[in-house]
Nanobody
């Protein structure tokens, strides 16, 4: 079971990036998936999560209207489209997955992903002003 996050980079404020989280060894659509980020000196934060089943998305307030999470079941990949990036979005971004059916994406994002079983390596996003 592996998650591979990619798509980070250096971008100017106002720019866009699309992060990808590709799964191998399991089928993502049965899992709650989340994107999390951690900036230096700060706690890990849930950015956007999508529940298994009905696929209800959750976004932290600071990214609402700018970020979009989508799940491509055919590609077994979850994407995070990030538009109108700001310097405060700079962080290492991680994707995570968990199959426990009773915790929603909203829950996992609200606790910073605590308890999620599977984590990918992070991808650095740097937004310059």
């Amino acid at each position: 079971v592996q998650l591979q996050a990619s798509g980070g980079g250096l971008v100017q404020a106002g720019g866009s990036l699309r992060l990808s989280c590709a799964a191998s060894g399991f089928t993502l659509d049965a899992y709650t998936i989340g994107w999390f980020r951690q900036a230096p000196g700060k706690e890990r934060e849930g950015v956007s999560c999508i529940s298994s089943g009905d696929g209800t998305p959750y976004y932290v307030d600071s990214v609402k209207g700018r970020f979009t999470i989508t799940r491509d079941n055919g590609e077994n990949t979850v994407y995070l489209q990030m538009n109108s990036l700001k310097p405060e979005d700079t962080a290492v971004y991680y994707c995570a997955a968990d199959a426990y059916p009773y915790y929603s994406g909203t829950y996992y994002c609200s606790v910073g992903g605590s308890g999620m079983d599977h984590w990918g390596k992070g991808t650095q996003v740097t937004v310059s002003s």
